[in-house]
């Protein structure tokens, strides 16, 4: 296995492909381990960010911290990818919890979408009759 990391002087570089991980699970490892390190990250070139890491304890094995921050970085990408598969699934199980906590929500939102239907046929209404189109019996 190559090495795959980079130490500078008191900071240790976590290269991080972007075709692997999302921006957005690299900005939460990053933010979470603003405790425990200093962390800045870099454009590179051919999809990559470079993630720069210095620890805030002087004391701290430098690839041991990098290593912890790969692990962090899964554990974010494997949340942000769950979370995408389990969307919908979630927002109906909330809608059931909801609506079975307060009948009434349901009733509300039944009066809403009669609304919203009302004021769509007033607004086609308005707009006057459809011309249907005539099509020769040739071309049915």
């Known amino acids: ?17 972007l075709k ?3 921006l957005q699970s690299i ?16 454009e590179e070139k ?3 960010v470079a993630v720069w890491l210095k620890p805030k304890k002087e004391a701290q ?31 109906l199980l909330l809608q059931r919890a909801l609506f079975s906590a307060s009948p009434s929500i349901v009733k509300e939102a039944e009066d ?4 919203d239907l009302i004021k769509q046929l007033e607004a086609e209404e308005k707009q006057g009759p459809l011309k249907a189109k005539v099509v020769p019996k040739s071309q049915e």
């Open 1 to 17: 296995m190559k090495k795959k990391f980079k130490i500078v002087d008191d900071w240790i570089q976590v290269p991080v492909h």
């Open 20 to 22: 692997v991980y999302s």
């Open 27 to 42: 900005h939460s490892a990053g933010y979470a381990f603003m405790d425990r390190a200093h962390v800045r990250l870099e």
């Open 46 to 48: 051919n999809d990559t």
């Open 61 to 91: 094995n430098l690839e041991k911290l990098a290593l912890e921050f790969s692990d962090e970085l899964l554990n974010y990408a494997h949340y942000f990818s769950s979370l995408k598969v389990n969307a919908e699934n979630m927002k």
């Open 112 to 115: 809403k979408e009669i609304e």
